[in-house]
């Protein structure tokens, strides 16, 4: 049986049991939510030793990072390094991007170097081997399968019906995602529906051979502000609601996956909507970034959306580096990325249902060490300490307070006057 299928069953599966432990969340209780599909505890049967994770209703915002060649630069060593930092940094799951050199050693490469999650999107293999054909597609997937990936990346939300949607709307971008462009050109080159589509059920078998999660892939999200909540992405969110439902039948884990560019005004209404349009399947978004206008800083504008993202029930965020839109990101870009998006996580859990109190805890954990002027147990609590530490004592000089106000500190000033206002009383 799937882990699904046993959660349905009453089971509480192993890895179910782990997620809860780690969670604090009571274990028939997560197997119940697995069960209805509102959590998904991604891990495909192949993989040994892996350490689940859980994404979902009740749980802790996760992180993903996108690591992978190009064909412009395709060292597997180099992206192995980078899915290494990434988990260094505290990222929940990694996905494999490769679309440059041998795609097939960089994912078993870093499918043997990690213990978290792995994803990957299989179209990329087939357009890479010149094989964009109905078997072709799904030759991929299952290979992926095979190798241990435990969740991927499917477009089965573009076919002609949303084209058309497309088509009738036009945009200014267009198609930014690689996946959903790939599988328009399927269709314009063929005239034939999205194999992905038009065979789900056979996608549905693979997946439950495997136990594979199935994140339906956002290929129509919109690219630009100017593109935002139109026609074509809601199409799709419709479609792929309807599309949950059917692997949800068939004991398949699912999630969804969402845009991309949106203004900070119309992202509380796209996250609702993806979670009502797909019964509360896991949301997995990509920013989204809320405005165009930042390269360089686009980690920032996606975490200034992702935390309004959280707050509206998002539950699996993708890192942004400061590379979006302008190079393959470094082992730094990746780190940098890595932490600002688990602030963003964090900062959405502090409002989450189900785990902000444990969320506030560590904020207080914190603010107690600075009441305590107590540097040392700021160090701990701080999401990074390295950074922390360094920029702490880059300057060489040591006092009990910051250099910032040294000795006008606010802290020790009020602490000080309140201690004299009680020895007066």
């Not at 084209?163 to 200014?172: F, H, K, N, T, Y």
């Not at 971008?173 to 992905?196: A, F």
């Not at 996608?203 to 051979?209: F, Q, T, V, Y």
């Not at 509206?312 to 870009?333: V, Y």
Request: hydrophobic share 40%; proline share 4%.
């Amino acid at each position: 049986m799937t882990l699904m299928e046993e959660a349905k069953s009453g089971r509480v599966p192993r890895e179910i049991d782990l997620v809860a432990e780690r969670e604090g969340i009571e274990p028939g209780k997560l197997a119940r939510l697995v069960a209805a599909g509102r959590v998904v505890v991604p891990r495909n049967v192949r993989r040994e030793g892996l350490e689940p994770i859980g994404v979902g209703e009740m749980l802790t915002t996760k992180v993903n990072v996108n690591v992978g060649t190009s064909k412009s630069l395709d060292s597997p060593e180099i992206e192995v390094e980078k899915a290494l930092a990434a988990v260094a940094a505290g990222a929940d799951a990694v996905m494999d991007l490769s679309t440059g050199g041998d795609l097939d050693l960089v994912r078993r490469k870093i499918l043997d170097a990690l213990k978290i999650p792995v994803g990957s999107v299989p179209i990329y293999n087939a357009a890479v081997r010149n094989d964009l054909s109905s078997q072709g597609l799904f030759n991929a997937l299952e290979k992926h399968a095979r190798d241990g990936v435990d969740f991927v990346t499917v477009h089965v939300g573009v076919n002609k019906n949303s084209l058309e949607r497309l088509r009738q709307d036009p945009r200014v971008m267009g198609v930014v995602s690689r996946g959903g462009s790939l599988t328009m050109k399927y269709i314009s080159d063929t005239g034939e529906e999205n194999p992905y589509y038009a065979e789900y059920d056979y996608l549905l078998e693979i997946a439950r051979e495997y136990d594979l999660t199935l994140s339906l892939g956002d290929g129509l999200r919109p690219g630009c502000i100017e593109d935002a909540s139109d026609r074509a992405k809601y199409m799709e969110f419709i479609m792929l609601g309807e599309l949950v439902r059917r692997a949800r039948q068939e004991g398949v884990q699912a999630m969804v996956e969402g845009p991309g560019h949106v203004p900070a005004d119309e992202i509380q209404t796209s996250v609702k909507a993806m979670k009502h349009l797909t019964d509360g399947a896991p949301l997995y978004l990509l920013g989204p970034l809320v405005t165009d206008v930042a390269p360089g800083y686009d980690h920032i504008t996606a975490a200034m959306g992702g935390v309004i993202a959280g707050m509206a029930g998002a539950d699996f965020l993708c890192a942004t580096t400061p590379s979006e839109h302008l190079d393959l990101p470094t082992k730094d870009d990746v780190i940098e990325g890595t932490y600002v998006t688990r602030v963003a996580a964090h900062a959405a859990d502090l409002t989450r249902p189900g785990v902000r109190e444990r969320a506030r805890a560590w904020d207080l954990q914190m603010a107690k060490a600075r009441a305590d002027l107590n540097w040392t147990g700021q160090f701990e609590a701080a999401i990074n300490p390295a950074r922390a530490k360094q920029i702490r004592h880059r300057r060489g000089v040591e006092t009990d307070t910051c250099t910032m106000c040294s000795e006008l500190c606010a802290i020790r000033l009020s602490k000080e006057a309140m201690e004299r206002e009680a020895a007066r009383k």
